[in-house]
């Protein structure tokens, strides 16, 4: 069973939240997490799917962000940390992610948590990159909390790029090594998704990656009859 995990971002409108939620065909074999604006986090309220959100805040009070407390009053299950939109454009650090981990933990909500490389550079680089990377981010978080985080490979470079084409054996190399990584250092495996500019034309090869455990899909996500058939070709 796979996790799919949907990041609406900011795409849609209310009048299009309300058609996609009449259309959305749930897929049956698979974890569903729907994250949609927190606007319409109301709006999204099922027993056939999770419910997510895009942003939590660990700072109260503050503007423009959620509290874990008014995401648990949601329903919310799951929350993004760690996305590169915020990274680069909000400046959302390592050690923000990594507060942010514990807060949500504690709360009992899931961190998905995103991390990935700024640009295309070679195997070993790229895997050096990803080990700073996770190593800041669970900087004393214990073995318990790191298996209970899913955690999301988006290479920066890939995000919102349609026509790229990702190697599947490069991602299949990189999860597989993050994987061992967690369980030398941790003693855990925990989930691993892949996301960078999923869309019908990629799935069914990554959707063979047996290193994976679901994915995070964004702008094709939004599109609820091509995330209709996404989800169909994972089911």
Same mark, same amino acid.
């Given at each position: 069973?796979?996790?799919?995990?949907?990041?609406?971002?900011?795409?849609?409108?209310?009048?299009?939240?309300?058609?996609?939620?009449?259309?959305?065909?749930?897929?049956?074999?698979?974890?569903?997490?729907?994250?949609?604006?927190?606007?319409?986090?109301?709006?999204?309220?099922?027993?056939?799917?999770?419910?997510?959100?895009?942003?939590?805040?660990?700072?109260?009070?503050?503007?423009?962000?959620?509290?874990?407390?008014?995401?648990?009053?949601?329903?919310?299950?799951?929350?993004?940390?760690?996305?590169?939109?915020?990274?680069?454009?909000?400046?959302?650090?390592?050690?923000?992610?990594?507060?942010?981990?514990?807060?949500?933990?504690?709360?009992?909500?899931?961190?998905?948590?995103?991390?990935?490389?700024?640009?295309?550079?070679?195997?070993?680089?790229?895997?050096?990159?990803?080990?700073?990377? &996770? /190593?800041?981010?669970?900087?004393? %978080?214990?073995?318990? +909390? $790191? @298996? =209970? #985080?899913?955690?999301?490979?988006?290479?920066?470079?890939? &995000? /919102?790029?349609?026509?790229?084409? %990702?190697?599947?054996? +490069? $991602? @299949? =190399? #990189?999860?597989?090594?993050?994987?061992?990584?967690?369980?030398?250092?941790?003693?855990?495996?925990?989930?691993?998704?892949?996301?960078?500019?999923?869309?019908?034309?990629?799935?069914?090869?990554?959707?063979?990656?047996?290193?994976?455990?679901?994915?995070?899909?964004?702008?094709?996500?939004?599109?609820?009859?091509?995330?209709?058939?996404?989800?169909?070709?994972?089911?």
């Amino acid at each position: 069973m796979k996790y799919i995990v949907a990041n609406h971002k900011n795409y849609l409108t209310l009048d299009e939240v309300l058609e996609y939620t009449s259309k959305l065909i749930p897929c049956k074999n698979n974890n569903l997490i729907i994250c949609p604006s927190d606007m319409f986090l109301h709006l999204f309220k099922s027993d056939k799917y999770y419910l997510g959100s895009q942003y939590v805040s660990n700072t109260i009070p503050f503007t423009g962000g959620a509290s874990t407390e008014q995401l648990i009053s949601m329903g919310v299950k799951y929350t993004i940390v760690g996305h590169s939109d915020n990274r680069i454009k909000q400046n959302e650090s390592n050690e923000i992610v990594n507060s942010k981990i514990k807060s949500l933990i504690s709360s009992s909500i899931t961190p998905i948590v995103c991390f990935g490389e700024l640009s295309k550079a070679s195997l070993n680089d790229t895997l050096s990159t990803l080990t700073v990377e &996770i /190593n800041s981010m669970l900087s004393e %978080i214990p073995a318990e +909390y $790191v @298996d =209970k #985080i899913i955690f999301a490979y988006e290479p920066v470079w890939a &995000i /919102n790029n349609p026509d790229i084409y %990702i190697d599947c054996n +490069y $991602v @299949d =190399k #990189i999860a597989s090594y993050i994987k061992n990584y967690f369980e030398v250092t941790y003693s855990v495996r925990p989930s691993l998704l892949y996301g960078g500019s999923i869309n019908l034309s990629n799935i069914d090869e990554l959707n063979k990656i047996d290193s994976l455990d679901g994915f995070l899909i964004g702008g094709a996500s939004a599109k609820v009859d091509v995330f209709n058939q996404i989800l169909d070709k994972i089911s």
